[in-house]
């Protein structure tokens, strides 16, 4: 079983800057790539931003320019740096990973991000 926790979300002004953070731990698997996908209240979830294990990167519409997703560190770890945050941004943040041999991704609980004056 591969568990995914995030961390980082919060209540941030517009214009300011958060960073998520993500690890898959278990036992006997493999990463195939990690990434962020949110969803906005009454809104269809969107993919953010996803690395795969070669390194490719895919950042959805809404993250070019301002958010940029990197490997972390430490196995198995992502992170999502999110910058000049707009209102339009407030969802909850899903990390979800893609492991060899499974079909489906993993996904985590999620993290809250609030955009607000």
């Known amino acids: 079983q591969v568990n995914i926790v995030e961390s980082g979300g919060g209540v941030v002004q517009p214009g300011g800057s958060l960073r998520l953070s993500c690890s898959a731990s278990?036992?006997?698997?493999?990463?195939?790539?990690m990434g962020w996908s949110r969803q906005a209240p009454g809104k269809q979830r969107e993919l953010v931003a996803f690395?795969?294990?070669?390194?490719?990167?895919y950042y959805g519409e809404s993250a070019k320019g301002r958010f940029s997703i990197s490997r972390g560190n430490t196995e198995n770890t992502v992170s999502l740096q999110l910058k000049d945050l707009k209102a339009e941004d407030t969802a909850v943040y899903y990390c979800?990973?893609?492991?060899?041999?499974?079909?489906?991704?993993?996904w985590g609980q999620g993290t809250q991000v609030t955009v607000s004056s």
């Open positions: 278990g036992n006997g698997f493999t990463l195939d790539g």
């Open positions: 979800h990973a893609q492991i060899i041999g499974i079909q489906d991704h993993v």
């Open positions: 690395v795969h294990s070669s390194g490719t990167i």
